[in-house]
């Protein structure tokens, strides 16, 4: 199994955060990869502004902390293009 490149890992990102926001846990399972490449992948991503991560104090099922992240309308425009590149 070879390793995914960071690029690779936040066009993945964006790609399934325009279904719906998600937490890093949800994030973590789609991708197939570890908790701590999503959260450092996510704090890059949002220091572009293409996403929003919310930290949350009480999850509904387990009552722990966590994150929410989300696209911005400049996340969603650049993920629009990515997808066209790919093409």
Do not use: A, W
């Not at 973590?28 to 996403?51: A, H, M, R």
């Amino acid at each position: 199994m070879t390793k995914r490149k960071p690029y690779e890992v936040r066009v993945k990102i964006l790609d399934i955060l325009k279904e719906k926001p998600l937490t890093y846990t949800q994030i973590q399972t789609k991708l197939s990869t570890n908790y701590d490449s999503v959260k450092n992948n996510c704090e890059e991503l949002e220091l572009y502004g293409f996403i929003e991560v919310e930290n949350k104090d009480k999850h509904p099922e387990n009552g722990k902390p966590y994150y929410k992240v989300k696209l911005t309308p400049k996340g969603y425009e650049i993920s629009k293009k990515q997808k066209l590149s790919k093409s």
